[in-house]
């Protein structure tokens, strides 16, 4: 059996399915070639069931296992210095930078995985892929989210419209799961806000009138000081005029 040149991850998003196929003739993947990550082929090279299917390259994997990195302009491997929040890289002590070995975004034939997705469905159906559905196992969590997915308005209630979760069990009632909504707006979570918001103000307030008082004192203080400085002086010139 002659080894694959290449592998295509190839999903189709719109049923949530993917597949995975071995290409083993060059040829059938030179129109992947010298393209970047993002931009869009078409897959009729790949053969008469594709024709008319276009696809989105999303990344790679080369023979030694380097994940391919969007905004790295070249075919080949290059080290990057990476810090935490870059993709490929694990930061073990805060503030840590370290090089790391990534891809560059260009495909070539020295990538052994390529990550497509479908963009754009041909006539003819892929077994396995386009011609079966695989359903989500987990609806939206954010009230916006459940908004949208229902197209509901802000008088419904979000929590009536959760997706619920069947677990069945040998021997045992059936259970249901749901998600905790996210970013719901309830009475209580107004309550807090305007509770907030009132320590906020009266905190304001307060440093506002400490420092009125302040400055009520310091004036007092300087008022004091030159009333007896005025004192000083007079009770000064009375002596000398005494003598």
């Known amino acids: 059996q002659t080894p694959a040149v290449m592998k295509l991850n190839i999903s189709y998003p719109q049923n949530g399915t993917q597949k995975t196929i071995e290409i083993e003739n060059e040829h059938n993947v030179r129109a992947f070639y010298d393209k970047r990550i993002s931009q869009e082929v078409p897959g009729d090279s790949l053969g ?14 080369d023979k030694q296992g380097f994940p391919m990195r969007q905004g790295v302009l070249t075919a080949g491997r290059v080290k990057l210095l990476m810090s935490e929040g870059h993709s490929g890289y694990r930061a073990r002590r805060s503030g840590e930078r370290k090089k790391k070995s990534a891809r560059g ?16 469905k041909g006539p003819k159906d892929i077994e396995g892929l386009t011609d079966t559905t695989r359903p989500r196992r987990l609806g939206p969590k954010r009230a916006s989210k459940i908004r949208k997915l229902f197209n509901l308005t802000k008088e419904d209630d979000v929590r009536h419209y959760v997706i619920k979760r069947k677990i069945e069990k040998e021997g ?7 998600p905790k909504i996210q970013r719901l707006v309830t009475p209580q979570r107004l309550q807090r806000k305007r509770a907030i918001k009132a320590v906020k103000v ?3 307030k307060a440093v506002r009138e400490q420092a009125s008082a302040y400055t009520q004192m310091l004036a007092k203080q300087a008022k004091d000081k030159a009333e007896a400085r005025a004192k000083r002086r007079t009770s000064s010139r009375r002596s000398e005029s005494d003598k």
């Open 105 to 120: 975004c260009i495909v070539d034939a020295g990538l052994s995985v390529l990550a497509l997705s479908i963009v754009k």
């Open 172 to 178: 045992k009632k059936d259970t249901y799961k749901a």
């Open 48 to 61: 008469e069931d594709w024709e008319g299917y276009v696809f989105k390259i999303n990344g790679g994997n």
């Open 202 to 204: 009266n905190r304001s």
